[in-house]
């Protein structure tokens, strides 16, 4: 008996051995919130919560699996990664399918999958890998050649178009270029560049992401159009007030006038139900995750670890502060899914193995250090 | 490039970053809940009003319009219920297609198209728009079938108007039609924008228009809960419409039908007033139209039949053709003598036949005159050298005093159209009205010899059919005058109360009841043995009557000036009576356009239309022209 007490106590101990608790229960936290709320916005008898659940449980599991794989390990994975991304986006704009004007998904007869997700990772792997290899020769040329790795997925993605994944690749891509020590004066450099070429830019938007910008100045000027969803969400977070309507009460939502509800406006259905005081516990919960990762990065023994772990860190934030700001009204609404909120199984995946390959930096940094 | 392989100045740098990038986190997490404070705190109110007015539809519920029956109950307008299949252009992407593919299950002509497009451009916002009305019930079950084909089409149950009798009485009734521009503007004007939220038609003229806000009634709401694609998911209030008031109406619809009938295929009017209350029992204008055809939107074929047509349907002869009202004029003539002592009853003239005035001769109708005339005389044989002398010795200023009294000129103010202006004023001659009427200071200027020809209703004067009537009215009823009206009484639909339409009369002429008594006698004389004899031969009753004849080249209007033929050359006929002579319950004016002698064609219809009212029935051989009096009764 006490035999196999034991032994069931260290295979739980094996088990979890490369398990972040904090992480953990953070992410779990908001799920949790996910799922109440895509049971709110969903009336299909449950099918959508439990087929997030379903997600959930796949996701952790790629997690488990992800935080038990070295650094070392993952390091071997980037190139292979970030080539396969980048054939997969040729593929797309070779063979993609056209879903809403945006050629977004490469088909494979059994299903269809979406390649400028995996640059999500590969992306910040890829350059992480980089700046390792080159840690004690960097110089400017590397700079240079990261910017490349990351401008060429970034522009590929972005005329498909999907500006939000484009954002999301470009932040991380960019993250890990920034605290590989990019210079200030390059940072400035570029911002004041970027600035200089807005108008250029301007025209090199589609009309539809044109619209949506200026839209977000005045959304009544398109109220049945593009104004339509800023509208609705910030009629729903406004007249959620201090304290929410209380959940499952949420006029907007259950009088059906918050578009993408469950996927990725599913920030408003919370806020309307939850209100200011929901609202920021969630914000509350992000800031609590980020900080979480960032010590992970602070901790971690090696560039390659300290800037994956600070990309992906930061990976988070970008998601969560774009898309509570474009449901909020203060930016441009982009294809960007609240993170572990949002309904999707794709984005879920994704963040968990974000989630795991921090666990997995965080965990194995003292086997590192021996 | 030192500081890039320094590893402990790299953590040091990694460290910085880090703490640059937390602190920009924060800052970002700052501003966002900023943002949530001023959207769920400050502006929380604006917002929470926002979803209500997100969450709740009114929608309108528009009543049922107000029935119109005639003074014995019979139904001249009312509403049914039809099936109509109405598209909502802004729900349907691309309506041709959509159209083509209805018209594989639903048989779609041309003319409904046509229609559709036509309303379209009219319509408001998101109005849905028939595109088939009354559709048959297998129709709607095939429609129903293959509904899930046609998202923004829909078989919708709507109230339509019908005018049972047709064409009867459509110039008193009018119709209604779809909500203009125009109509828009009036809606505002009285602010009842309101109330009209869903009303999609509007009565546009006569009894209709006239009554529009009595037979509208009161729109209800619904209140639904609906969601962002406007589809309703359950009723949270409802407020029923308030149906409009009903109108029961003074007119005959029966008397109607059979003047109408009299008038045939002959252009002209006949009003015809209880004088006792000034309630109209009929008010004919020959041709007539039906009104059915406006309810759905009038075709423009149809339009342009009615508009072009030479007869001119659409013009309502009783209250806007002004006409000279020829020898129908004498009796007013008389009593002014009478009342302002020009003349006494017994006084003579004696007539050579004509009347000479400066270097011209007026003419009598009867060659070599009448000899010795007195009043009785002048009436009964239609004397023109008696009213000649008559109105040079009274002036244009007194005749025209003493007519505007009997409402001659002006408005008589009848409940028909949106307000005065649909009625015309005709013309009452005198100083001032030349001055105004003219704008060249030779041509202002009243000149003796155009007194002469008023005396026997020729000149400038010109009158509506209403106008004579009531003018008839009045002396029928000793002077005490009554607005002449259509409508009897109000009957409103939420208390079932019956409000009557001006029981009190509007003026009294304090008629000194020896002069009417003279009128009275000459008038009689006339349908006993003057002009009017021959079509009230064999009358149950007394009658009192004038007829008159105005000549078609001295009308104002243009209509039968220069293309015309000899029927249009034709003198207008007219014809005035009133009876029992003794207690008069009803007066009348009669007009057919170029009827020649008013003998000949109008006193018939008169006759008809007595013999209906009192008696119940018709005179044996009725509504014919009778050819035979023109040689008899060629003095008038």
């Known amino acids: 008996?006490?035999?196999?007490?034991?032994?069931?106590?260290?295979?739980?101990?094996?088990?979890?051995?490369?398990?972040?608790?904090?992480?953990?229960?953070?992410?779990?936290?908001?799920?949790?919130?996910?799922?109440?709320?895509?049971?709110?916005?969903?009336?299909?008898?449950?099918?959508?919560?439990?087929?997030?659940?379903?997600?959930?449980?796949?996701?952790?599991?790629?997690?488990?699996?992800?935080?038990?794989?070295?650094?070392?390990?993952?390091?071997?994975?980037?190139?292979?990664?970030?080539?396969?991304?980048?054939?997969?986006?040729?593929?797309?704009?070779?063979?993609?399918?056209?879903?809403?004007?945006?050629?977004?998904?490469?088909?494979?007869?059994?299903?269809?999958?979406?390649?400028?997700?995996?640059?999500?990772?590969?992306?910040?792997?890829?350059?992480?890998?980089?700046?390792?290899?080159?840690e004690a020769t960097l110089s400017y040329k590397h700079f240079i050649v990261a910017g490349l790795l990351l401008i060429i997925p970034f522009g590929m993605i972005a005329k498909q178009p999907d500006l939000g994944t484009a954002l999301l690749v470009g932040g991380a891509g960019f993250f890990v270029i920034f605290f590989a020590g990019l210079p200030w004066k390059v940072i400035f450099g570029l911002g004041a560049?970027?600035?200089?070429?807005?108008?250029?830019?301007?025209?090199?938007?589609?009309?539809?992401?044109?619209?949506?910008?200026?839209?977000?100045?005045?959304?009544?000027?398109?109220?049945?159009?593009?104004?339509?969803?800023?509208?609705?969400?910030?009629?729903?977070?406004?007249?959620?007030?201090?304290?929410?309507?209380?959940?499952?009460?949420?006029?907007?939502?259950?009088?059906?006038?918050?578009?993408?509800?469950?996927?990725?406006?599913?920030?408003?259905?919370?806020?309307?139900?939850?209100?200011?005081?929901?609202?920021?516990?969630?914000?509350?919960l992000y800031t609590l995750l980020i900080?979480?990762?960032?010590?992970?990065?602070?901790?971690?023994?090696?560039?390659?670890?300290?800037?994956?772990?600070?990309?992906?860190?930061?990976?988070f934030f970008t998601y969560a502060f774009i898309n509570m700001g474009m449901v909020s009204g203060i930016l441009p609404v982009v294809g960007v899914p609240l993170p572990f909120m949002s309904y999707g199984g794709t984005a879920l995946v994704t963040l968990f193995l974000g989630v795991g390959i921090l666990m997995s930096i965080h965990t194995h940094r003292m086997l590192v250090k021996k | 490039?030192?500081?890039?392989?320094?590893?402990?100045?790299?953590?040091?740098?990694?460290?910085?970053?880090?703490?640059?990038?937390?602190?920009?986190?924060?800052?970002?997490?700052?501003?966002?809940?900023?943002?949530?404070?001023?959207?769920?705190?400050?502006?929380?109110?604006?917002?929470?009003?926002?979803?209500?007015?997100n969450r709740i539809a009114l929608i309108p519920i528009v009543p049922n319009r107000g029935v119109i029956t005639d003074r014995n109950g019979i139904v001249l307008a009312r509403n049914y219920s039809a099936f109509t299949l109405e598209i909502t252009p802004s729900r349907v992407p691309d309506l041709e297609a959509a159209i083509d593919a209805l018209a594989t299950v639903i048989d779609i002509q041309p003319k409904d198209r046509k229609r559709f497009k036509r309303v379209m451009d009219e319509a408001k916002n998101f109005e849905s728009i028939p595109i088939r009305t009354r559709l048959t019930d297998a129709e709607v079950a095939k429609f129903a079938a293959q509904r899930y084909r046609f998202p923004g089409i829909e078989v919708k149950a709507r109230l339509f108007r019908q005018y049972p009798l047709g064409n009867v009485a459509s110039h008193a009734l009018g119709y209604i039609g779809r909500i203009t521009d125009r109509d828009l503007k009036w809606i505002e004007e009285v602010e009842k924008q309101a109330n009209y939220k869903g009303t999609d038609h509007i009565g546009k003229n006569g009894l209709e228009q006239r009554y529009e806000f009595e037979l509208h009634g009161e729109t209800g709401y619904e209140e639904v809960e609906i969601d962002a694609g406007g589809r309703a998911l359950r009723s949270l209030k409802r407020i029923p419409p308030v149906s409009g008031n009903n109108l029961t109406l003074t007119l005959d619809?029966?008397?109607?039908?059979?003047?109408?009938?009299?008038?045939?295929?002959?252009?002209?009017?006949?009003?015809?007033?209880?004088?006792?209350?000034?309630?109209?029992?009929?008010?004919?204008?020959?041709?007539?139209?039906?009104?059915?055809?406006?309810?759905?939107?009038?075709?423009?074929?149809?339009?342009?039949?009615?508009?072009?047509?030479?007869?001119?349907?659409?013009?309502?002869?009783?209250?806007?053709?002004?006409?000279?009202?020829?020898?129908?004029?004498?009796?007013?003539?008389a009593l002014a003598a009478l009342e302002m002592g020009k003349r006494t009853p017994n006084q003579t003239i004696s007539d050579p036949g004509y009347f000479n005035f400066g270097n011209h001769q007026f003419r009598d109708d009867k060659k070599g005159g009448h000899g010795s005339v007195d009043m009785y005389k002048s009436i009964v044989h239609s004397c023109d050298t008696y009213y000649y002398m008559l109105a040079n010795d009274m002036g244009i200023d007194n005749i025209a005093k003493f007519m505007a009294q009997l409402g001659l000129g002006e408005r008589t103010g009848v409940d028909l159209g949106r307000d005065g202006a649909s009625e015309s004023k005709g013309i009452l001659p005198s100083q001032e009205w030349k001055r105004q009427r003219f704008k060249k200071p030779e041509q202002?200027?009243?000149?003796?010899?155009?007194?002469?020809?008023?005396?026997?209703?020729?000149?400038?004067?010109?009158?509506?059919?209403?106008?004579l009537a009531q003018a008839t009215a009045v002396v029928a009823n000793n002077g005490v005058m009554f607005r002449p009206h259509i409508v009897g009484h109000i009957t409103d639909a939420k208390t079932g109360e019956k409000r009557p339409v001006e029981p009190q009369p509007i003026r009294d002429l304090h008629l000194k009841p020896q002069n009417i008594e003279v009128i009275r006698r000459a008038m009689?004389?006339?349908?006993?043995?003057?002009?009017?004899?021959?079509?009230?031969?064999?009358?149950?009753?007394?009658?009192?009557?004038?007829?008159?004849?105005?000549?078609?080249?001295?009308?104002?209007?243009?209509?039968?000036?220069?293309?015309?033929?000899?029927?249009?050359?034709?003198?207008?006929?007219?014809f005035i009576a009133y009876a029992p002579a003794d207690k008069p319950t009803i007066a009348?004016?009669?007009?057919?356009?170029?009827?020649?002698?008013?003998?000949?064609?109008?006193a018939p219809i008169a006759r008809m239309v007595m013999d209906y009212y009192l008696l119940g029935k018709l005179p044996a051989g009725a509504a014919k022209e009778d050819d035979t009096a023109v040689e008899d009764d060629n003095e008038e």
């Open chain 1, 1 to 134: 008996m006490i035999d196999i007490t034991a032994t069931l106590r260290r295979g739980w101990q094996q088990l979890i051995a490369h398990i972040d608790f904090p992480l953990l229960v953070i992410t779990l936290a908001i799920m949790a919130f996910g799922l109440a709320t895509v049971f709110s916005a969903t009336y299909d008898g449950n099918q959508r919560v439990l087929s997030q659940a379903g997600n959930m449980g796949v996701a952790l599991v790629i997690m488990w699996f992800v935080s038990r794989l070295p650094p070392q390990k993952l390091m071997s994975f980037a190139i292979p990664l970030y080539l396969l991304g980048l054939i997969l986006l040729v593929a797309v704009f070779l063979f993609g399918i056209k879903i809403n004007g945006a050629k977004r998904w490469l088909p494979l007869g059994f299903t269809r999958i979406q390649p400028s997700e995996i640059m999500k990772i590969a992306m910040p792997l890829m350059l992480a890998w980089y700046f390792q290899k080159y």
């Open chain 1, 193 to 284: 560049a970027a600035a200089g070429a807005a108008p250029f830019l301007w025209n090199m938007l589609h009309d539809y992401q044109r619209k949506r910008i200026l839209t977000l100045i005045d959304p009544t000027t398109d109220p049945l159009g593009s104004g339509y969803h800023i509208i609705q969400s910030t009629i729903a977070i406004g007249s959620g007030g201090a304290f929410g309507k209380g959940y499952l009460n949420g006029t907007q939502t259950h009088l059906e006038f918050i578009p993408e509800r469950h996927t990725d406006f599913i920030f408003a259905v919370y806020s309307e139900e939850w209100g200011l005081l929901g609202n920021a516990l969630l914000v509350f």
């Open chain 1, 291 to 315: 900080g979480r990762g960032m010590i992970i990065a602070s901790a971690a023994p090696t560039l390659f670890s300290r800037l994956l772990a600070s990309a992906i860190t930061l990976g």
């Open chain 2, 1 to 53: 490039m030192g500081d890039f392989h320094n590893p402990d100045s790299d953590i040091d740098r990694f460290r910085f970053r880090l703490g640059f990038a937390a602190v920009t986190v924060l800052l970002a997490f700052g501003l966002l809940i900023g943002r949530f404070f001023w959207l769920q705190v400050i502006q929380h109110d604006f917002y929470q009003t926002r979803a209500e007015d």
């Open chain 2, 253 to 333: 619809a029966k008397l109607q039908e059979i003047t109408e009938q009299a008038f045939g295929d002959r252009k002209g009017a006949l009003v015809a007033i209880d004088p006792t209350t000034g309630g109209i029992l009929a008010l004919v204008s020959n041709p007539t139209y039906d009104p059915n055809l406006f309810v759905d939107g009038i075709t423009p074929d149809n339009w342009k039949e009615l508009n072009e047509h030479p007869s001119k349907p659409m013009v309502n002869r009783a209250i806007n053709g002004a006409y000279p009202p020829g020898s129908t004029f004498k009796p007013f003539m």
């Open chain 2, 444 to 467: 202002q200027k009243w000149y003796a010899g155009e007194t002469i020809s008023i005396g026997i209703g020729q000149g400038y004067n010109a009158y509506t059919p209403i106008q």
């Open chain 2, 524 to 574: 009689v004389g006339v349908n006993k043995e003057g002009t009017g004899a021959r079509a009230f031969a064999g009358a149950a009753y007394e009658s009192a009557g004038k007829t008159g004849t105005a000549q078609v080249y001295s009308l104002k209007g243009a209509e039968y000036k220069a293309h015309s033929v000899k029927k249009e050359l034709r003198d207008h006929a007219l």
């Open chain 2, 588 to 602: 009348l004016a009669v007009l057919v356009e170029n009827g020649g002698f008013g003998a000949q064609s109008a």
